[in-house]
Protein backbone atom coordinates (compact mmCIF):
# COMPACT_ATOMS: atom_id res chain seq x y z
CA UNK A 1 0.00 0.00 0.00
CA UNK A 2 2.97 2.54 0.82
CA UNK A 3 4.57 1.76 -2.20
CA UNK A 4 1.49 2.14 -4.31
CA UNK A 5 1.32 5.95 -2.88
CA UNK A 6 4.92 6.41 -3.17
CA UNK A 7 3.99 5.41 -6.58
CA UNK A 8 0.88 8.13 -7.44
CA UNK A 9 3.02 11.15 -5.54
CA UNK A 10 5.59 10.60 -8.10
CA UNK A 11 3.73 10.22 -10.73
CA UNK A 12 1.95 13.61 -10.33
CA UNK A 13 5.37 15.00 -10.21
CA UNK A 14 6.40 14.10 -13.12
CA UNK A 15 3.07 14.39 -15.19
CA UNK A 16 2.20 17.84 -13.52
CA UNK A 17 5.31 20.04 -15.10
CA UNK A 18 4.66 18.04 -18.40
CA UNK A 19 1.61 18.92 -18.67
CA UNK A 20 2.02 22.48 -17.46
CA UNK A 21 4.42 22.51 -20.40
CA UNK A 22 1.93 21.00 -23.30
CA UNK A 23 0.28 24.19 -21.89
CA UNK A 24 2.66 26.61 -22.68
CA UNK A 25 3.05 30.41 -21.06
CA UNK A 26 0.98 33.30 -21.36
CA UNK A 27 3.50 36.22 -21.74
CA UNK A 28 1.10 38.64 -22.66
CA UNK A 29 -1.53 37.40 -20.35
CA UNK A 30 -4.42 37.37 -22.49
CA UNK A 31 -5.25 33.99 -21.03
CA UNK A 32 -4.00 32.08 -24.34
CA UNK A 33 -0.61 29.86 -24.65
CA UNK A 34 1.95 31.89 -26.76
CA UNK A 35 5.12 30.43 -25.94
CA UNK A 36 6.42 26.98 -25.32
CA UNK A 37 9.19 25.39 -24.62
CA UNK A 38 9.90 21.27 -25.54
CA UNK A 39 13.08 19.58 -23.15
CA UNK A 40 14.94 17.41 -24.95
CA UNK A 41 17.29 15.58 -22.72
CA UNK A 42 17.01 17.68 -19.79
CA UNK A 43 17.86 20.48 -22.36
CA UNK A 44 15.63 23.02 -24.17
CA UNK A 45 15.30 21.37 -27.53
CA UNK A 46 12.75 23.97 -29.27
CA UNK A 47 11.12 26.87 -28.17
CA UNK A 48 7.85 27.69 -30.36
CA UNK A 49 6.12 31.43 -30.01
CA UNK A 50 3.32 32.74 -31.07
CA UNK A 51 4.37 36.46 -32.33
CA UNK A 52 1.18 38.24 -32.85
CA UNK A 53 -0.87 36.14 -30.58
CA UNK A 54 -3.22 34.49 -32.93
CA UNK A 55 -3.51 30.93 -31.87
CA UNK A 56 -0.95 29.98 -34.27
CA UNK A 57 3.28 29.27 -33.90
CA UNK A 58 4.91 31.57 -36.31
CA UNK A 59 8.56 31.56 -34.94
CA UNK A 60 10.40 28.20 -33.70
CA UNK A 61 14.08 27.99 -32.76
CA UNK A 62 15.50 24.69 -32.53
CA UNK A 63 19.16 23.76 -30.30
CA UNK A 64 21.22 20.98 -30.28
CA UNK A 65 22.15 18.82 -28.03
CA UNK A 66 25.05 21.16 -26.90
CA UNK A 67 22.72 23.56 -26.24
CA UNK A 68 23.61 25.84 -29.65
CA UNK A 69 21.35 27.15 -31.93
CA UNK A 70 20.84 24.86 -34.99
CA UNK A 71 17.72 26.62 -36.43
CA UNK A 72 15.16 29.42 -36.86
CA UNK A 73 11.84 29.26 -38.02
CA UNK A 74 10.04 32.14 -39.24
CA UNK A 75 6.41 32.59 -40.63
CA UNK A 76 7.59 36.13 -41.59
CA UNK A 77 3.87 37.03 -42.95
CA UNK A 78 1.85 35.68 -40.38
CA UNK A 79 -0.18 33.20 -43.01
CA UNK A 80 0.03 30.37 -40.72
CA UNK A 81 3.25 28.92 -43.72
CA UNK A 82 6.74 29.08 -42.47
CA UNK A 83 8.76 31.02 -44.59
CA UNK A 84 12.07 31.91 -43.65
CA UNK A 85 14.74 29.01 -42.50
CA UNK A 86 17.82 30.09 -40.57
CA UNK A 87 19.96 27.23 -40.19
CA UNK A 88 23.41 27.50 -37.67
CA UNK A 89 26.64 25.81 -37.28
CA UNK A 90 28.85 26.05 -34.39
CA UNK A 91 26.34 29.92 -33.73
CA UNK A 92 27.22 30.50 -37.08
CA UNK A 93 24.46 30.98 -39.49
CA UNK A 94 25.87 28.91 -42.25
CA UNK A 95 22.13 29.09 -44.82
CA UNK A 96 19.44 30.50 -45.31
CA UNK A 97 16.14 29.68 -47.17
CA UNK A 98 13.00 31.87 -48.12
CA UNK A 99 9.69 31.70 -49.65
CA UNK A 100 10.01 35.39 -50.33
CA UNK A 101 6.27 34.96 -52.62
CA UNK A 102 4.70 33.29 -49.90
CA UNK A 103 3.43 30.06 -52.07
CA UNK A 104 4.87 27.35 -49.23
CA UNK A 105 7.76 26.21 -51.37
CA UNK A 106 11.74 28.03 -51.25
CA UNK A 107 12.82 30.02 -53.65
CA UNK A 108 16.28 32.05 -52.42
CA UNK A 109 18.76 29.72 -50.74
CA UNK A 110 21.44 31.78 -49.62
CA UNK A 111 25.15 30.42 -47.83
CA UNK A 112 26.92 31.93 -45.47
CA UNK A 113 29.86 31.91 -43.52
CA UNK A 114 28.50 33.73 -40.49
CA UNK A 115 27.64 36.99 -41.55
CA UNK A 116 29.54 36.65 -45.23
CA UNK A 117 27.78 35.63 -48.13
CA UNK A 118 29.32 33.06 -50.06
CA UNK A 119 26.74 32.13 -52.90
CA UNK A 120 22.71 32.54 -53.28
CA UNK A 121 20.19 30.97 -55.64
CA UNK A 122 17.34 32.29 -56.98
CA UNK A 123 14.22 30.78 -58.44
CA UNK A 124 12.96 33.57 -59.95
CA UNK A 125 9.66 32.86 -61.35
CA UNK A 126 8.92 30.18 -58.93
CA UNK A 127 8.39 27.09 -60.86
CA UNK A 128 11.00 25.38 -58.65
CA UNK A 129 13.56 25.39 -60.83
CA UNK A 130 16.77 27.76 -59.62
CA UNK A 131 17.55 30.06 -62.66
CA UNK A 132 19.87 32.73 -61.12
CA UNK A 133 23.16 31.72 -59.37
CA UNK A 134 25.50 34.02 -57.89
CA UNK A 135 28.86 32.51 -56.44
CA UNK A 136 31.49 34.86 -54.12
CA UNK A 137 34.00 32.36 -53.36
CA UNK A 138 35.16 31.78 -57.28
CA UNK A 139 35.83 35.02 -57.77
CA1 LIG B 1 -1.08 34.88 -24.72
CA1 LIG C 1 0.78 33.57 -34.62
CA1 LIG D 1 4.15 32.68 -44.03
CA1 LIG E 1 8.08 30.53 -53.07
Not at 78 to 98: L, N, P, Q
Not at 118 to 127: A, G, I
Request: glycine share 10%; charged share 35%.
Amino acid sequence: MRKLVLFTVLLTAILLPLSAQDGGDDTNSDGKPDRWVIMSGGLVGEIRIDRDYNGEVDYIVIYDSKSEKKEEILDFNFDGVMDDYYFYSSGKMIRREIDTNFDGKIDVWVYLDGIYIQKYEKDTDFDGVIDVTKDYTGE
